[in-house]
């Protein structure tokens, strides 16, 4: 009978609830003890501090190797950090004995995990990096253990419990390998002034890439913008607002600055026996809701929702209108 078919003592649902709760404790428990760890242990601070100026004054790419769950923190660890702006990828420790130690080069800078530090299958990449002089950061628990003792900087983690009741399974000790990993990623960005822009180079498709593009690329320009000149009678406006279908059109003065707008709602306050004969500017809302042409979308659907609004002008730096962009717009691109 397989393991998966013996059924254990307390498995009612208050009983899983339980077990779920521990485990998150026992995680949360983890991540603070490396907090705690990062405050106290200033040899452990200047050992990031060191990892991260190691990376970033580098001219080679990151390779990172482990094994087990080690190696599958890690392959996280090379795609957050490949996405971040800084070059990674992940590395087999056994395909790397076999020949994919071709692919690093001295000019790059080796990522080790082992919770443990004394993990075999990671010995001929240390003789490998010391032979060639790549220098090896190194991520476990254990200060005296083959791999810190081998490596140019060794990030040495608190021993934690796992979350496993039989402290076998990599829990707790795989989290906090991600968290440092994810720590020296952000820390690298920020160095970096990785942007938003350059975000969206490595993102560009899903959600994710919706909300990183910009609203000039979802936006309608030239004759699709609703406009009107001051001075022009509302039945003018009336004719542009319905012909454009925005439910709304845009009033520019003699320097085609966007000087205001008009409504649905504009007319329904507006409404008498005399509105289409009123000229724009006596109806126009002044001091229009626009947003420049390289905002993100993400960040125009959220000035939207803050300030209640379906429908954005683009402006440029004069104020004049060069697109407008509709709350369908953004829905239809996947930005929510």
């Known amino acids: 009978m397989g393991l998966r078919n013996v059924k254990a003592e307390g498995h009612s649902p208050s009983a899983i609830l339980d077990s779920i709760g521990r485990t998150l404790t026992t995680a949360t428990n983890g991540i603070k003890a490396l907090a705690e760890h990062l405050a106290a242990d200033a040899n452990f601070a200047q050992s990031l501090v060191s990892a991260v100026e190691l990376i970033g004054d580098g001219h080679g790419r990151v390779v990172v190797s482990g094994v087990g769950k080690s190696g599958h923190i890690g392959r996280k660890i090379a795609a957050t950090l490949a996405s971040t702006g800084t070059s990674a990828y992940f590395v087999h420790p056994t395909e790397a004995s076999h020949g994919d130690l071709g692919m690093v080069t001295s000019d790059d800078v080796l990522i080790l995990l082992s919770w443990s530090g004394e993990t075999a299958e990671l010995a001929n990449m240390l003789t490998y990096a010391k032979r060639f002089r790549v220098p090896i950061v190194?991520?476990?628990?254990?200060?005296?253990?083959?791999?810190?003792?081998?490596?140019?900087?060794?990030?040495?983690?608190?021993?934690?419990?796992?979350?496993?009741?039989?402290?076998?399974?990599?829990t707790t000790s795989a989290m906090?390998?991600?968290?440092v990993g994810d720590a020296l990623a952000i820390a690298l960005l920020e160095r970096r002034g990785f942007s938003a822009e350059d975000f969206k180079t490595f993102h560009p498709g899903g959600k994710l890439g919706a909300q990183l593009r910009l609203v000039h690329e979802l936006a309608h320009q030239a004759e699709q913008m609703p406009l009107l000149a001051i001075g022009r009678p509302m039945s003018e406006a009336?004719?542009?607002?319905?012909?454009?279908?925005?439910g709304v059109v845009g009033i520019v003065d003699g320097a085609g600055v966007l000087v205001g707008v008009i409504t649905d709602g504009d007319l329904r306050r507006h409404m008498?026996?005399?509105?289409?004969?009123?000229?724009v500017e006596d109806v126009m809302s002044h001091h229009p809701k626009v947003v420049q042409a390289d905002l993100l979308a993400s960040a125009a659907m959220e000035f939207m929702q803050e300030h209640k609004v379906t429908v954005l002008f683009l402006v440029d730096e004069a104020g004049m209108p060069e697109g407008i962009l509709h709350i369908h717009d953004l829905l239809r691109a996947g930005v929510a």
């Open 138 to 170: 190194s991520i476990s628990s254990n200060r005296d253990s083959i791999l810190a003792r081998n490596s140019e900087i060794a990030l040495v983690l608190p021993r934690v419990p796992e979350a496993c009741p039989h402290g076998l399974a990599p």
């Open 176 to 179: 906090l390998q991600l968290a």
């Open 238 to 246: 009336v004719i542009e607002m319905s012909s454009k279908g925005f």
């Open 272 to 279: 008498g026996g005399d509105l289409l004969g009123q000229p």
